[in-house]
């Protein structure tokens, strides 16, 4: 029913930037939640940020809060994560999730719909 790819991940000094995208496969874009998570190696998968099919309605995790800008474009039907000011501890592998619902949440398992991930390397 939907389907969602990210790229934009890769190897970037810290301090540097990324931008990832999401691109969703769907009959209609309304009323889907859509959101970051990120899983580093040995570690357990963390909300990163989420935005409501309201688009000024967004969620940040302390840890990138300042630093990212999650938007979407939903004629595209595509979110994006702008990342600035890397750091290492930003490793890991990115994933984009989505929910037709209009609840926005940083709970993983409320997310219907996850993407392959892309891998973001930030060295000192």
């Known amino acids: 029913q939907v389907q969602l790819v990210e790229s934009g991940g890769g190897l970037v000094q810290a301090g540097g930037s990324l931008r990832l995208s999401c691109a969703a496969s769907a009959r209609t874009f309304r009323g889907f939640v859509m959101g970051w998570f990120r899983q580093a190696p040995g570690k357990e998968r963390e909300f990163v940020s989420a935005i409501g099919w309201i688009s000024s309605v967004t969620v940040y995790t302390d840890a990138v809060k300042g630093r990212f800008t999650i938007s979407r474009d939903n004629a595209k039907k595509t979110m994006y994560l702008q990342m600035n000011s890397l750091k290492p501890e930003d490793t890991a592998v990115y994933y984009c999730?989505?929910?037709?619902?209009?609840?926005?949440?940083?709970?993983?398992?409320?997310?219907?719909?996850w993407g392959q991930g892309t891998q973001v390397t930030v060295s000192s």
């Open positions: 999730a989505a929910r037709d619902n209009v609840q926005i949440t940083k709970f993983g398992h409320l997310y219907h719909y």
